[in-house]
């Protein structure tokens, strides 16, 4: 395998890393789900019940991938997932890079040797703006505590905030490039189940 050859990856669940990154959701109820498949410099857009909408956001600069976001159209800006998925620092699940389905040496799937999310991506979102700004504050009190007095107070509040759980499984995906930073991924097909509240 030669960094200028394309890769196709069947992915199966071979991979332990997608526990690890995002929390396990806890599921009440049928989820709302859809299919995707994306290109190399394209984004994906599905509109949910309730007006939100869900995007695959392709990222250009550094790595290239493509990260997950759902927002309120009347303030695309807000990332209503990433307030409320953990880490919030470092490598999170929201992120779909090459580099986390290849092993060290870029010669084959990821076989444990690197420490990155799997096919399964587990993340929590917020349904709202008002829950959108509150995550948003009490996160950046957490991450920037001005005490260890405020931090545990913007915890608190940050843990009451109700959220949503989703997932995003990569089925398959093909590899335009397998040599470190400037590997990449040609397409991506995926599942998506939200457990979110639907409209009666």
Known sequence: ???????????????????????????TGCPFTFTGTVSRNEDFQHELPGGLV??????????????????????????????????????NALQIYAWHFLNE???GPNDGSVNAPGEERRFNFVTDKASYDTAFESLSAMLWPESPE?????SAVHDGIHRESGMLTVRELVLGGTEGDSAWIDSLKFDVELFIPLPE
């Open 105 to 107: 040496e870029g010669s």
């Open 54 to 91: 869900f995007a695959l956001e392709f990222i250009n600069y550094g790595p290239e991938g493509w990260a997950v976001r759902i927002f309120d159209p009347a303030f695309q800006s807000d990332n209503f997932c990433a307030v409320v998925t953990p880490p919030y620092n470092g490598i």
């Open 1 to 27: 395998m030669t960094g200028c050859s394309a890769l196709l990856i069947v992915l199966m669940l071979v991979t332990t890393a997608s526990s690890i990154f995002g929390e396990e959701p806890e599921h």
């Open 150 to 154: 405020t931090q545990e107070a913007a």
